[in-house]
T-cell receptor, first 112, second 115 residues
């Protein structure tokens, strides 16, 4: 069964610092990989997706993620954190149009 | 594109009551999904429809839960005889085979609180 592990349920960074949120997946074949962001009392917004076209994926709001098959990882990064980036981030996998399996989430706190 | 719409946004009810939630997907999206999210967890898959056909149901979907999509457009999720453990955010998502890689677009959810 697919699974997704997000290391660190809470991450704090200073405004302007690098954001690194970690995600590892468990699968024998690279699936579709996603990062979603969730603001309080809202649904999930798609940040970016990996679909085998390129290992470095650029998303919205300056985020990007790199797919590393050898490490089964798909970490999310942003060079400079902004206060508005404070939210919960979910890594997820799917097999195309079928159900999405989410990680447990990482809450990002941005310190002014 | 008005996005996925869910109603109500919040529902408070007493244990044992029945509740029904509605999801209106993005127009012409043929696939519709329901997820449940409890506090501190990621969303968990409940069920999904392709047009009006319910193609997969999670073991999380007990006999008290039923979902329908009668005309292949909006969907309803009903919970009968609600229990304390049903308190959660219920999220709906939709996707289209016409959109490259068919990402799922999520609504803002319905938060259910059981008293």
């Amino acid at each position: 069964a697919q699974s997704v592990t997000q290391l660190g349920s809470h991450v704090s960074v200073s405004e302007g610092a690098l954001v690194l949120l970690r995600c590892n997946y468990s699968s024998s074949v690279p699936p579709y990989l996603f990062w979603y962001v969730q603001y309080p009392n809202q649904g999930l917004q798609l940040l970016l997706k990996y679909t085998s076209a390129a290992t470095l994926v650029k998303g919205i709001n300056g985020f990007e993620a790199e797919f590393k098959k050898s490490e089964t990882s798909f970490h999310l990064t942003k060079p400079s954190a902004h206060m508005s980036d404070a939210a919960e981030y979910f890594c997820a996998v799917s097999w195309g149009y079928q159900k999405v399996t989410f990680g447990t989430g990482t809450k990002l706190q941005v310190i002014p | 594109d008005t996005g996925v719409s869910q109603n109500p946004r919040h529902k408070i009810t007493k244990r044992g009551q029945n509740v029904t939630f509605r999801c209106d997907p993005i127009s012409e999206h043929n696939r519709l999904y329901w997820y449940r999210q409890t506090l501190g967890q990621g969303p968990e898959f409940l069920t999904y429809f392709q047009n009006e056909a319910q193609l997969e149901k999670s073991r999380l979907l007990s006999d008290r839960f039923s979902a329908e999509r009668p005309k292949g457009s909006f969907s309803t999720l009903e919970i009968q005889r609600t229990e304390q453990g049903d308190s959660a955010m219920y999220l709906c998502a939709s996707s289209s085979r016409k959109e490259p890689d068919q990402p799922q677009h999520f609504g803002d959810g319905t938060r259910l609180s059981i008293l």
